[in-house]
């Protein structure tokens, strides 16, 4: 597999007349059991897939062009073509295809193809039609062989053998004999059946035949022959153009004469079916096509040779990249790199690839960066620099980042781009928008995600803005600097247009970087300047940017646009349009009838409260109407909100006087009077028992002082609730109601340490709270605790700190118990009236 006589290309040709390739690997030639014959079998020569499987038909013609392509269709606009590395290995899968069929190695093609309506008709052919005869090639005889070549044009199988006839006899360097002899004579009917003759052996469509015209010695006579066209008055001086005008130009020399000879032949070609032939008609469109691939395949063997030519693009990027070579010489060399990626096109994705990692290898970047202020090689750079875009946009952005470091913000390649896109001369600006789209595949963050490098799309969307986007929207700020639109010309609305496609496109993927330059700029301001256009495209590209940013609903936005009022420029586009039914107008209500959908409230309140009398008037579309019954709704629930806020706090103070009023709880209340002065009787019981025990043991009752304390203290303690409900009575009748006082009975102690007497706490008086006592219950209750503390601190000079602390927590829980146990019942009051409550 490592024999390079088998290295072939798989080509084939697509519905566009191109040939597609297939991949490169090595061919072979043996019986295939599931065919049933010899056949073509091409292994990839990296992974040893199968690239093709082709049996050998003895019903096939093959073709061999070129000494190093065989040709083959296998279906209907189904060809293939195999193009060899090496003539020997040609020879030798040619040698075996004309093998199996019964052919003589020595004929270009094996078998005479027959269309289908020659097929149903070949019996009504004479025998004498297959047999094509030249005239001899005389002077006399040309108008003769003019009407011959021209009369089997519609006959596949009558050009097949004149293709023949003329190869076989070396016919027609004969012919071109003769031209030069009509030329010396000035013989102007002999150029002119010259002119005919050769046409028609061009439209015969035979690669063997474009060997011998194109070929060195023959070249310059057929386009001599082609330069005598019946319908011109004159002839054209195509060889003069190609021998004196158009000049072959070797920036580096190239020492490879095989390699300078097909750039020869090639351009010459391609001047011939360009330039020279007239275009095809209908009827006449594949009758070229092998000249195409003549020319294709041509392209593709001129830059595989100068690609493996090592030394020849080392010797070109060390001249382009030297900053001591001269200028007219780098326009040379750019010119080149220019030309030399152009033809780059003709290769299949695998092969420009690799074409392309080459040149980047090689510093392509780097060197376009050079010499920027010749107009001519700035034009050529960006040329290239499209190119080498559509390849990677990638690599480029990795390359315009690091430029910063080492070059102003002016002659920054991406910056040198937007000026050119800027200052592009056409009136139509056709390269403006090329390089309008080139930078739109810069910025694109869609193909910043499959990068290896995660932080690219944030780094070069950082870059781009602080360093470019002050040049991309220069013009426009500057057109509108005054909120007047400076220059409305055709060219200036073309360019301004384009820069707006492109702001659009940020708004639509640049969330964060976009959004901060529109603010600091006042950028949308400046757009909506140009609604006043007089080129409605241009009007209609600043409504589209306005458009694209309250389609992101967002309310950074929204306030942006509320505070600086820019509704209006649009409004007032509307209003000034009038009735007429326009796209203009369309796109207008379009915008609102989105605000309305998507019910973006902060700017439905803006426009009704701003602009609703303006557009009332406007019924032929139900839009404004929505916008207002949009913009009621919405009061209208704000409205019930804010009531019901209001009444919920009213509900409060009701449901006080409702559980005030309410005869039910009476009982609820007594119980829990009742327990709360139980709950701190029993405490207080206990603590002073301890208390008491405390001091018996420790001799603290032994002085008569000491029991005067703590009967005063107990006497007060059975006081307090009484006073609860003395203040409580005193509250509602005005006088105080009269409670008799406790008898205190007073029990011995047989104690070993002192003989004293114990004071017992008198039963807790039960109080009723009945209906009229509530309403002084918190306020006498309140009263009732600063009595305590008043008298607490008269007399509680020898008790100790802790006992202060005890007394005040028990008090403190009984308290506590109170309110908790109300405010339970005011929140269960409350719900259920919101349960009632319609709202």
Same mark, same amino acid.
């Given at each position: 597999?490592?024999?390079?006589?088998?290295?072939?290309?798989?080509?084939?040709?697509?519905?566009?007349?191109?040939?597609?390739?297939?991949?490169?690997?090595?061919?072979?030639?043996?019986?295939?059991?599931?065919?049933?014959?010899?056949?073509?079998?091409?292994?990839?020569?990296?992974?040893?897939?199968?690239?093709?499987?082709?049996?050998?038909?003895?019903?096939?013609?093959?073709?061999?062009?070129?000494?190093?392509?065989?040709?083959?269709?296998?279906?209907?606009?189904?060809?293939?073509?195999?193009?060899?590395?090496?003539?020997?290995?040609?020879?030798?899968?040619?040698?075996?295809?004309?093998?199996?069929?019964?052919?003589?190695?020595?004929?270009?093609?094996?078998?005479?193809?027959?269309?289908?309506?020659?097929?149903?008709?070949?019996?009504?052919?004479?025998?004498?039609?297959?047999?094509?005869?030249?005239?001899?090639?005389?002077?006399?005889?040309?108008?003769?062989?003019?009407?011959?070549?021209?009369?089997?044009?519609?006959?596949?199988?009558?050009?097949?053998?004149?293709?023949?006839?003329?190869?076989?006899?070396?016919?027609?360097?004969?012919?071109?004999?003769?031209?030069?002899?009509?030329?010396?004579?000035?013989?102007? %009917?002999?150029?002119?059946? @010259?002119?005919?003759?050769? #046409?028609?052996?061009? $439209? !015969?469509? =035979?690669? *063997?035949? /474009?060997?011998?015209?194109?070929?060195?010695?023959?070249?310059?006579?057929?386009?001599?022959?082609? %330069?005598?066209?019946?319908? @011109?008055?004159?002839?054209? #001086?195509?060889?003069? $153009? !190609?021998? =004196?005008? *158009?000049? /072959?130009?070797?920036?580096?020399?190239?020492?490879?004469?095989?390699?300078?000879?097909?750039?020869?032949?090639?351009?010459?070609?391609?001047?011939?079916?360009?330039?020279?032939?007239?275009?095809?008609?209908?009827?006449?469109?594949?009758?070229?096509?092998?000249?195409?691939?003549?020319?294709?395949?041509?392209?593709?063997?001129?830059?595989?040779?100068?690609?493996?030519?090592?030394?020849?693009?080392?010797?070109?990027?060390?001249?382009?990249?030297?900053?001591?070579?001269?200028?007219?010489?780098?326009?040379?060399?750019?010119?080149?790199?220019?030309?030399?990626?152009?033809?780059?096109?003709?290769?299949?994705?695998?092969?420009?690839?690799?074409?392309?990692?080459?040149?980047?290898?090689?510093?392509?970047?780097?060197?376009?960066?050079?010499?920027?202020?010749?107009?001519?090689?700035?034009?050529?750079?960006?040329?290239?620099?499209?190119?080498?875009?559509?390849?990677?946009?990638?690599?480029?952005?990795?390359?315009?980042?690091?430029?910063?470091?080492?070059?102003?913000?002016?002659?920054?390649?991406?910056?040198?781009?937007?000026?050119?896109?800027?200052?592009?001369?056409?009136?139509?600006?056709?390269?403006?928008?090329?390089?309008?789209?080139?930078?739109?595949?810069?910025?694109?963050?869609?193909?910043?995600?499959?990068?290896?490098?995660?932080?690219?799309?944030?780094?070069?969307?950082?870059?781009?803005?602080?360093?470019?986007?002050?040049?991309?929207?220069?013009?426009?700020?500057?057109?509108?600097?005054?909120?007047?639109?400076?220059?409305?010309?055709?060219?200036?609305?073309?360019?301004?247009?384009?820069?707006?496609?492109?702001?659009?496109?940020?708004?639509?993927?640049?969330?964060?970087?976009?959004?901060?330059?529109?603010?600091?700029?006042?950028?949308?301001?400046?757009?909506?300047?140009?609604?006043?256009?007089?080129?409605?495209?241009?009007?209609?590209?600043?409504?589209?940017?306005?458009?694209?940013?309250?389609?992101?609903?967002?309310?950074?936005?929204?306030?942006?646009?509320?505070?600086?009022?820019?509704?209006?420029?649009?409004?007032?586009?509307?209003?000034?349009?009038?009735?007429?039914?326009?796209?203009?107008?369309?796109?207008?209500?379009?915008?609102?009838?989105?605000?309305?959908?998507?019910?973006?409230?902060?700017?439905?309140?803006?426009?009704?409260?701003?602009?609703?009398?303006?557009?009332?008037?406007?019924?032929?579309?139900?839009?404004?109407?929505?916008?207002?019954?949009?913009?009621?709704?919405?009061?209208?629930?704000?409205?019930?909100?804010?009531?019901?806020?209001?009444?919920?706090?009213?509900?409060?103070?009701?449901?006080?006087?409702?559980?005030?009023?309410?005869?039910?709880?009476?009982?609820?209340?007594?119980?829990?009077?009742?327990?709360?002065?139980?709950?701190?009787?029993?405490?207080?019981?206990?603590?002073?028992?301890?208390?008491?025990?405390?001091?018996?043991?420790?001799?603290?009752?032994?002085?008569?002082?000491?029991?005067?304390?703590?009967?005063?203290?107990?006497?007060?303690?059975?006081?307090?609730?009484?006073?609860?409900?003395?203040?409580?009575?005193?509250?509602?009748?005005?006088?105080?109601?009269?409670?008799?006082?406790?008898?205190?009975?007073?029990?011995?102690?047989?104690?070993?340490?002192?003989?004293?007497?114990?004071?017992?706490?008198?039963?807790?008086?039960?109080?009723?709270?009945?209906?009229?006592?509530?309403?002084?219950?918190?306020?006498?209750?309140?009263?009732?605790?600063?009595?305590?503390?008043?008298?607490?601190?008269?007399?509680?000079?020898?008790?100790?700190?802790?006992?202060?602390?005890?007394?005040?927590?028990?008090?403190?829980?009984?308290?506590?118990?109170?309110?908790?146990?109300?405010?339970?019942?005011?929140?269960?009051?409350?719900?259920?009236?919101?349960?009632?409550?319609?709202?």
């Amino acid at each position: 597999m490592s024999d390079t006589r088998r290295r072939v290309k798989v080509y084939t040709l697509n519905e566009d007349r191109q040939w597609d390739d297939r991949g490169t690997g090595h061919v072979s030639s043996t019986f295939v059991e599931r065919l049933k014959g010899i056949s073509l079998l091409v292994r990839a020569e990296s992974d040893g897939s199968l690239l093709l499987e082709s049996k050998i038909s003895p019903n096939t013609a093959y073709q061999k062009q070129q000494d190093t392509l065989i040709v083959w269709s296998e279906a209907d606009n189904y060809d293939l073509a195999l193009s060899f590395q090496e003539k020997a290995g040609c020879d030798e899968i040619w040698e075996k295809i004309c093998q199996v069929q019964g052919k003589d190695p020595a004929l270009d093609i094996t078998q005479d193809p027959i269309d289908e309506s020659e097929e149903d008709h070949f019996e009504e052919i004479p025998e004498t039609t297959h047999l094509v005869e030249l005239p001899p090639c005389e002077l006399g005889r040309l108008e003769e062989i003019a009407d011959l070549v021209t009369s089997v044009l519609s006959s596949p199988i009558r050009r097949e053998k004149l293709a023949l006839a003329l190869m076989s006899e070396g016919y027609i360097k004969k012919l071109l004999g003769l031209f030069r002899v009509c030329e010396d004579l000035d013989n102007r %009917e002999g150029l002119h059946h @010259l002119y005919e003759i050769v #046409r028609g052996v061009l $439209f !015969l469509n =035979k690669a *063997a035949l /474009f060997e011998v015209m194109f070929s060195d010695d023959c070249i310059m006579d057929v386009v001599g022959c082609l %330069e005598y066209d019946p319908a @011109l008055v004159q002839p054209k #001086r195509h060889r003069e $153009f !190609l021998t =004196k005008t *158009a000049k /072959f130009k070797e920036v580096i020399p190239i020492t490879d004469s095989e390699l300078r000879q097909k750039i020869h032949q090639t351009y010459r070609v391609q001047y011939i079916q360009d330039i020279i032939l007239p275009t095809p008609s209908v009827f006449e469109e594949n009758f070229l096509s092998t000249l195409t691939s003549f020319i294709f395949f041509n392209k593709v063997e001129i830059v595989s040779m100068l690609q493996e030519d090592e030394k020849f693009l080392t010797e070109v990027f060390a001249q382009l990249t030297d900053e001591a070579t001269e200028e007219s010489k780098r326009r040379e060399l750019v010119n080149f790199v220019k030309e030399f990626c152009a033809f780059s096109q003709t290769l299949q994705p695998q092969n420009r690839d690799a074409f392309y990692k080459t040149l980047a290898n090689l510093g392509i970047l780097p060197a376009l960066e050079i010499g920027m202020d010749d107009l001519q090689v700035r034009a050529a750079a960006i040329d290239i620099f499209s190119y080498l875009v559509e390849f990677s946009p990638s690599m480029v952005r990795e390359f315009v980042m690091q430029e910063p470091q080492q070059t102003e913000d002016d002659v920054l390649l991406i910056n040198v781009v937007i000026k050119q896109m800027i200052c592009d001369s056409d009136p139509e600006l056709g390269g403006a928008v090329q390089l309008m789209g080139l930078l739109r595949t810069l910025i694109d963050p869609e193909n910043m995600l499959a990068s290896t490098n995660k932080t690219e799309k944030t780094e070069f969307l950082s870059f781009f803005y602080k360093y470019c986007m002050h040049v991309l929207t220069a013009p426009l700020l500057a057109n509108t600097a005054h909120d007047k639109n400076s220059k409305d010309n055709f060219q200036t609305a073309q360019l301004l247009a384009l820069i707006l496609e492109l702001l659009t496109f940020c708004v639509e993927h640049h969330t964060y970087h976009i959004k901060t330059y529109i603010m600091n700029k006042d950028l949308l301001r400046r757009v909506l300047v140009l609604m006043n256009s007089k080129h409605t495209f241009l009007a209609l590209c600043a409504l589209r940017f306005m458009r694209r940013i309250i389609g992101l609903k967002d309310e950074y936005y929204n306030r942006y646009i509320i505070k600086g009022n820019l509704f209006e420029p649009v409004i007032n586009a509307l209003l000034d349009n009038g009735t007429r039914y326009n796209l203009l107008n369309s796109a207008i209500i379009e915008l609102f009838e989105f605000i309305k959908v998507e019910d973006i409230k902060s700017l439905i309140a803006h426009i009704v409260d701003n602009f609703y009398k303006a557009l009332e008037s406007i019924e032929y579309v139900q839009t404004f109407k929505g916008l207002k019954g949009r913009y009621e709704q919405e009061k209208d629930r704000q409205s019930q909100k804010l009531n019901r806020y209001r009444r919920d706090a009213r509900s409060m103070d009701e449901d006080e006087e409702l559980w005030f009023n309410d005869d039910d709880d009476d009982e609820d209340g007594e119980a829990v009077e009742r327990r709360m002065d139980e709950d701190f009787s029993d405490s207080y019981e206990k603590f002073m028992e301890a208390k008491k025990g405390n001091l018996l043991n420790c001799g603290c009752f032994r002085h008569p002082e000491n029991f005067v304390l703590s009967s005063r203290i107990t006497t007060w303690s059975s006081s307090v609730t009484a006073g609860a409900a003395n203040g409580a009575n005193g509250a509602n009748n005005g006088k105080s109601a009269a409670i008799p006082p406790a008898s205190p009975a007073v029990t011995s102690s047989n104690s070993s340490s002192a003989s004293v007497k114990t004071v017992a706490l008198p039963a807790t008086p039960v109080v009723k709270v009945t209906k009229r006592h509530k309403r002084g219950l918190l306020s006498s209750k309140k009263k009732n605790v600063n009595a305590f503390f008043l008298i607490y601190l008269k007399h509680v000079g020898t008790l100790s700190v802790f006992s202060l602390c005890f007394s005040f927590r028990l008090l403190l829980s009984g308290w506590w118990t109170t309110l908790t146990m109300r405010m339970k019942r005011r929140k269960t009051r409350r719900s259920s009236l919101r349960e009632s409550d319609p709202v």
